[in-house]
């Protein structure tokens, strides 16, 4: 009678962890191509006008227009799928993304307390990479739908032009959160094809420098939507 149980509470986890078995389940590395648009927003220009110079009347803060530009977008990734549940999956993952996009906008502040100076910037959005957690449901076995969210970091590169032309290219390193949609579809027992569309959303950061008679200390708020497609295999 008793290794008739033994017998039967084996069979019955043997089938409990098969049908909680995913095709999705274990290691990947998948790599993707799209489109991402970049903004800096929340801009202020704080001006300081040094001591005994003609525009020593523009100290303050004056707001500046939103900076935005879009371009091409890739990433690298690597992660893990674990079956929790039947159709149940989580995930835990990170992606690189080498590509490059540059924003630009013009702006006006004021030189002097008599007359306006224009200049450029150009922000150029690099090196980011993200690390994150992927519930995702299976639709069938070949069809996986998945969240995602975790923390994203990237590089922020910051080149003044015409009267900000002293600050120089400077950069500095922006944290914060992704949050994304995806979706996988098996291809064969390895072999997967994904799409996904992600938003990042960034800490406010500065950058200071002189411009000759003035310091001016910029502070802006970067994010980020991006859509993705791309191809994966899962070990």
Same mark, same amino acid.
């Given at each position: =009678?008793?290794?008739?149980?033994?017998?039967?509470?084996?069979?019955? /986890?043997?089938?409990?962890? +098969? =049908?909680?078995?995913?095709?999705?389940?274990?290691?990947?590395a998948?790599?993707?191509?799209?489109?991402?648009?970049?903004?800096?927003? &929340?801009?202020?220009?704080?001006?300081?006008?040094?001591?005994? %110079?003609s525009?020593? @009347? !523009?100290?303050?803060?004056?707001?500046?227009?939103?900076?935005s530009?879009?371009?091409?977008?890739?990433?690298?990734?690597?992660?893990y799928?674990?079956?929790?549940?039947?159709?149940?999956?989580?995930?835990? @993952?990170?992606? /690189? &993304?080498? *590509? &490059?996009?540059?924003?630009?906008?013009? #702006?006006?502040?004021?030189c002097?307390?008599? &007359?306006?100076c224009?200049?450029?910037?150009?922000?150029?959005?690099?090196?980011r990479?993200?690390v994150?957690? *992927?519930p995702?449901y299976?639709?069938?076995?070949? $069809?996986?739908?998945?969240?995602?969210?975790?923390?994203?970091?990237?590089?922020?590169?910051?080149? @003044?032009?015409? !009267?900000?032309s002293?600050l120089?290219?400077?950069? $500095?390193? +922006?944290?914060?959160?992704? +949050?994304?949609?995806?979706?996988?579809?098996?291809?064969d027992?390895?072999? #997967?094809?994904f799409g996904? @569309?992600? #938003?990042?959303?960034?800490?406010?950061?500065?950058?200071?420098?002189? !411009?000759?008679s003035?310091?001016?200390?910029?502070? %802006? *708020?970067?994010? +980020? #939507?991006?859509?993705?497609?791309?191809?994966?295999?899962?070990?």
């Open positions: =009678m008793k290794k008739q149980l033994l017998v039967a509470l084996a069979a019955g /986890f043997i089938g409990t962890s +098969a =049908m909680a078995q995913s095709a999705f389940e274990g290691f990947y998948q790599a993707g191509i799209g489109y991402e648009n970049d903004t800096l927003n &929340s801009r202020t220009l704080n001006v300081t006008a040094k001591p005994g %110079q525009d020593s @009347g !523009t100290n303050g803060a004056q707001s500046a227009p939103t900076s530009g879009g371009g091409f977008s890739g990433l690298i990734g690597l992660g799928n674990f079956s929790v549940a039947p159709k149940w999956l989580v995930g835990i @993952g990170a992606d /690189f &993304s080498p *590509t &490059s996009v540059t924003t630009s906008t013009q #702006y006006l502040i004021t002097n307390p008599q &007359s306006q224009d200049g450029t910037n150009n922000y150029k959005v690099n090196n990479y993200s994150y957690l *992927t995702g299976e639709i069938d076995k070949d $069809k996986l739908v998945y969240l995602k969210a975790g923390y994203s970091s990237e590089n922020v590169t910051w080149q @003044g032009q015409g !009267t900000a002293g120089g290219s400077q950069s $500095k390193t +922006a944290s914060g959160y992704v +949050a994304g949609l995806g979706y996988k579809q098996l291809l027992k390895n072999l #997967y094809l996904e @569309g992600n #938003y990042y959303s960034y800490s406010s950061n500065n950058v200071s420098g002189s !411009t000759g003035q310091t001016i200390t910029q502070t %802006q *708020t970067p994010s +980020a #939507y991006q859509f993705l497609v791309g191809v994966g295999y899962k070990f």
